[in-house]
């Protein structure tokens, strides 16, 4: 009875996360590495929500580059894939992804498959439907919990086709499950129709952030564990190399915070750069 009682809400990170999008926006010099404040509108904070301590202007500039960084990155694959006949997208660990509400000149054009905890799922479908967002037809939402349920046969019975390719993205995801969780998910993504891609992200260990990085890496790693959430998996890129060749992926390639840096904040004079802690693996099958 307690749990039925219990009300849905966004996890914690999911929320940080939207806000760094529309901080960005609101406080950065233009141009914006990606525009999206439809986050924000879904969350709806509190007056003085800029101040809040995980949201200094200053502080955590560099996260917060990440999260745009990462976020265009994202969107300009599945743009790119979708041009090449890709139509079906799936988000492991969407969050508060607003790719769906932003693009739906492109979203439409593909089956999306939203999957995240069921309580932040219930959550995002109460907010989109008040705002008046809706549900379209080709917007799928999959609560699952990725160590103890198989998001894979959720996926299926919300309408994936297995036998077509898709693009897929998990970003902010692996640092939070077991290497057992990660290996898993690798192999049955690697078994998707030939011509998929996918990108997801992972953390370095501690000793090879940059020194600028580290002390709020620290702070980030306690306030996690108190919160119950704790930092699990960190990964070398030649780690992660040979866990998604173990994998069975056809082609591979690392994209380091330093290949965002050069894509997308070159020639900027504000010292808006992404912190060094986060890569992407990204894969073919």
């Not at 090879?208 to 620290?218: F, G, S, V, W």
Request: charged content about 25%.
């Amino acid at each position: 009875m307690e749990q039925d009682k219990r009300k849905a809400a966004p996890d914690n990170t999911a929320v940080r996360t939207a806000l760094w999008r529309a901080l960005h926006v609101q406080i950065d010099p233009m141009p914006h590495i990606i525009e999206d404040e439809t986050g924000l509108q879904l969350i709806a904070p509190d007056n003085g929500w800029q101040q809040r301590p995980d949201m200094s202007p200053d502080f955590t500039k560099r996260l917060r580059a990440s999260m745009v960084a990462r976020a265009r990155f994202i969107e300009d694959l599945v743009i790119a894939q979708q041009e090449q006949g890709i139509q079906q997208y799936v988000i492991l660990g969407a969050g508060l992804d607003t790719f769906a509400q932003r693009r739906p000149e492109i979203a439409s054009q593909l089956q999306v498959f939203e999957i995240d905890q069921p309580d932040t799922q219930s959550w995002k479908q109460q907010r989109l439907t008040e705002l008046g967002f809706g549900m379209p037809e080709w917007l799928h939402f999959v609560g699952v919990d990725f160590e103890t349920s198989s998001w894979w046969e959720q996926l299926i019975s919300a309408g994936f086709d297995t036998s077509q390719p898709a693009v897929v993205a998990c970003t902010g995801v692996s640092l939070y499950l077991t290497r057992d969780t990660i290996v898993a998910t690798l192999r049955q993504l690697a078994t998707l129709a030939p011509g998929s891609r996918i990108a997801m992200t992972f953390y370095l260990p501690f000793d090879l952030l940059k020194e600028e990085d580290k002390p709020l890496q620290q702070i980030a790693e306690k306030g996690a564990q108190a919160a119950g959430t704790p930092f699990i998996s960190f990964f070398t890129p030649e780690e992660m190399r040979t866990l998604a060749r173990e994998a069975g992926f056809k082609t591979l390639e690392i994209i380091s915070a330093d290949d965002l840096d050069k894509r997308y904040f070159t020639g900027r004079t504000d010292n808006f750069h992404p912190s060094s802690g986060e890569e992407f693996l990204v894969a073919t099958t």
